[in-house]
T-cell receptor, first 111, second 117 residues
Framework: GENVEQHPSTLSVQEGDSAVIKCTYS??????FPWYKQELGKRPQLIID?????GEKKDQRIAVTLNKTAKHFSLHITETQPEDSAVYFC??????????FGAGTILRVKS | NAGVMQNPRHLVRRRGQEARLRCSPM?????VYWYRQLPEEGLKFMVY????????ESGMPKERFSAEFPKEGPSILRIQQVVRGDSAAYFC???????????????FGQGTRLTVV
């Protein structure tokens, strides 16, 4: 089955700097790659997603890139702010909402 | 639209008791997915249900766990004879019927935090 690895497990950046989180997946049939932000005690919330027919997608300060050949995708957050501090999860999906999640990255933005 | 509703938000059970977790999907949604999140880990897929049908239960433990989504009412995740290792946050997500197997945004509920003492 699908396996998703995520790095780093923790990331500390200074406010205003960029943050990059990387994920790799194993199943070439995966075709949908969402990123979720989860604050302590709350539900995961979708922040951006990308499908396998697209190489890059951007939404304001957030961007995601996908390399299907290498089977990896990355989340880029620019101009980080303290409110970006949270746990971020990547995921891969072959169908519907059946998602395989990475282990998560704790992002701390220091002001 | 009230979103995906889960209850209870917190549930405490003694070892050996049964836990029942409920998930009401968003209005008009007929597909429900259950996930489990152990402390400081990512979410793990458990089961995918449509009304009155289990479509994919490849992530469900073979014993003590069961799920249903009746024609009327919420989806229920039942854990019998709970053990300490069942302590986790359980999330459900829903999607509309027309999506079928197509990838769409998963709308998660607030989760039920189960504590087994």
């Amino acid at each position: 089955g699908e396996n998703v690895e995520q790095h780093p497990s923790t990331l500390s950046v200074q406010e205003g700097d960029s943050a990059v989180i990387k994920c790799t997946y194993s199943d070439s049939a995966s075709n949908y790659f969402p990123w979720y932000k989860q604050e302590l005690g709350k539900r995961p919330q979708l922040i951006i997603d990308i499908r396998s027919n697209v190489g890059e997608k951007k939404d304001q300060r957030i961007a995601v890139t996908l390399n299907k050949t290498a089977k990896h995708f990355s989340l880029h957050i620019t101009e980080t702010q303290p409110e970006d501090s949270a746990v971020y999860f990547c995921a891969a999906s072959i169908y519907g909402n059946k998602l395989v999640f990475g282990a998560g990255t704790i992002l701390r933005v220091k002001s | 639209n009230a979103g995906v509703m889960q209850n209870p938000r917190h549930l405490v059970r003694r070892r050996g008791q049964e836990a029942r977790l409920r998930c009401s999907p968003m209005k008009g949604h007929s597909h429900v997915y259950w996930y489990r999140q152990l402390p400081e880990e990512g979410l793990k897929f458990m089961v995918y249900l449509q009304k009155e049908n289990i479509i994919d239960e490849s992530g469900m433990p073979k014993e003590r766990f069961s799920a249903e989504f009746p024609k009327e009412g919420p989806s229920i995740l039942r854990i019998q004879q709970v053990v300490r290792g069942d302590s986790a946050a359980y999330f459900c997500a829903s999607s509309p019927p027309e999506t079928g197997m197509e990838n769409t945004e998963a709308f998660f509920g607030q989760g039920t935090r189960l504590t087994v003492v």
